[in-house]
């Protein structure tokens, strides 16, 4: 799978749960979504080898 993290490319050849891959990248699955194929996803979705996946850092305020 192909992940956009902070304009950065990485791949990742194996399937893995959406959890397993905010893991791997090192960051909180609390502070951010991910995105896989243009739908949004939970940390329990299995993402394919094929997919197009960004993670995107929620932003608050107030």
Do not use: C, Q
């Not at 399937?15 to 995105?35: C, D, I, N, Y």
């Amino acid at each position: 799978m192909n992940v956009n993290w902070e304009g950065k490319e990485y791949v990742f050849e194996k399937p893995m749960l959406v959890s397993r891959l905010l893991e791997k990248l090192e960051v909180s699955k609390e502070g951010h979504l991910v995105v896989a194929n243009n739908r949004l996803v939970t940390e329990d979705h299995r993402l394919g080898a094929d997919d197009i996946v960004r993670v995107i850092r929620v932003v608050s305020g107030g």
